[in-house]
């Protein structure tokens, strides 16, 4: 059974930083491909970034050079390293794997205030 489980949101000042964890469980954590996305109230959800197993990343337009996504495959975590926030970053960070499915967490609230 696939388990994934935020943490790190919170409320931040613009231009402050935090940093998002998903600890994974159920699947082959070293191949899967992760992925943070985010859903602001009103909004679509959107992919903010993505890693595969190999490592290799993609990031939205919106937050290149921003945020950072990384893995610890020892510790079954996806991290997203989110700095210079902006009040749009606002939204639910939900952590995603893609398998025969997509699978979602619970989401971690991240407000950014101006």
């Known amino acids: 059974q696939v388990q994934l489980v935020e943490s790190g949101g919170g409320l931040v000042q613009a231009g402050g930083s935090l940093r998002l964890s998903c600890v994974a469980s159920g699947m082959i954590f070293s191949i899967a491909t992760m992925g943070w996305y985010r859903q602001a109230p009103g909004k679509q959800r959107e992919l903010v970034a993505r890693?595969?197993?190999?490592?290799?990343?993609n990031y939205a337009d919106s937050v290149k050079g921003r945020f950072t996504i990384s893995r610890d495959n020892a510790k079954n975590t996806v991290y997203l390293q989110m700095n210079s926030l902006k009040p749009e970053d606002t939204s639910v960070y939900y952590c995603s794997y893609r398998g025969m499915m997509n699978y979602w967490g619970k989401g971690t609230l991240v407000t950014v205030s101006s």
């Open positions: 890693i595969t197993g190999s490592g290799s990343t």
